[in-house]
């Protein structure tokens, strides 16, 4: 089993994403991740800067997209920052999040086919070879388009991002490993179904598939300090999941109807107060030992690797250490 951390903008500035990268290292963590959001602290630049900072963990985007950035400017980066890291990059790659590009006029025009056709032309830019022919999505390349330098001989291994049926198909089909979204948990029964049958459609072995299961971690000396630090999350993704998301852990869109009311009229501070002990159930949090009963469950169900994020708990220090324990358990 990976155990991977993963990291955002809210984490703070750069420098102190690199001494927590540094610490995660030393602790035994196998990768380090940081979100790609518009708008927000540039992950191309963290990664590098904790690429600098490291010797051993692998460092990767979660996850960047080719309509905001176009697939050149992704081979571009991935190629310098696996010639600069010395073959420890990873590209993790999804549709991106449609309100958020909105916000630069940008659209995902049809995204499961753009991403991947994305996919497909940075496998042969990575290689060294030309684009090739037009595809539907990415219709204006010219065939001879290429990387104008030697990219690295190590292989890039691509991971596919995303929690959408077609997408995660599409982790079967076309990736190296997967960074399925699982807010619960429980998710991952659904999650492996449509990996597996995306691989089952185009005749492909799963061994060596790294499935990073990403979810929410909360650990603290107590169960309710371990919540409280998943108290806005919950309250403000939590309304927005779909049934089928929240069947696995006995909840309904309409339990979250209060906090949802709330939310929306402002008042965060209610809507965090109005939430309820299962809807904590959407994160891995509070006592070792259940926590690690989970890791068990997920590991059990072909998970390969634990994608751990934000909050991770009141005292970072104190909750990464508490995970390389737990880690070193399972």
Same mark, same amino acid.
């Given at each position: 089993?990976?155990?991977? @951390? ?80 010395? !073959? ?75 929690? !959408? ?142 994608? @751990? ?22």
């Amino acid at each position: 089993m990976r155990f991977g @951390i993963r990291f955002n903008s809210e984490s703070g500035t750069i420098r102190e994403v690199v001494r927590w990268a540094q610490l995660a290292e030393a602790l035994g963590f196998d990768d380090v991740w940081y979100c790609q959001d518009l708008m927000k602290r540039d992950a191309w630049v963290a990664l590098t800067a904790v690429a600098a900072a490291t010797s051993r963990v692998r460092v990767g985007t979660c996850i960047a997209n080719p309509f905001s950035a176009s697939p050149a400017e992704l081979a571009m980066r991935t190629a310098s920052l696996q010639e600069f890291s010395a !073959g420890r990059f990873v590209l993790g790659i999804g549709p991106g999040d449609p309100p958020y590009l909105e916000w630069i006029g940008a659209r995902q025009r049809r995204p499961v086919a753009g991403l991947a056709e994305a996919v497909g032309l940075l496998r042969r830019l990575l290689r060294g070879d030309e684009a090739g022919p037009p595809g539907e999505v990415f219709d204006s390349w010219h065939p001879g388009a290429r990387l104008r330098f030697t990219p690295p001989p190590q292989p890039v291994p691509i991971y596919i991002g995303g929690q !959408g049926p077609r997408v995660l198909e599409l982790m079967g089909e076309l990736a190296d490993g997967g960074l399925p979204i699982l807010f619960p948990p429980e998710t991952i029964e659904h999650v492996r179904e449509r990996v597996q049958a995306g691989a089952a459609r185009v005749g492909r072995d799963l061994a060596s598939f790294d499935l990073a299961a990403c979810v929410w971690w909360s650990v603290a000396p107590t169960r309710r300090a371990a919540e409280d630090a998943l108290r806005y999350l919950v309250a403000y993704y939590g309304p927005s999941l779909r049934a089928e998301t929240l069947a696995p852990i006995g909840l309904h869109p309409d339990d979250f109807a209060e906090v949802r009311a709330a939310w929306q009229a402002g008042a965060m501070d209610r809507a965090m107060s109005l939430l309820t002990p299962p809807m904590f159930r959407l994160a891995i949090y509070g006592d070792p030992e259940a926590m690690l009963e989970r890791l068990r469950w997920l590991a059990a169900r072909g998970v390969t690797q634990i994608n @751990i994020g934000p909050p991770l708990g009141p005292d970072r220090e104190q909750a990464l250490r508490a995970t390389a324990e737990l880690m070193h358990r399972l």
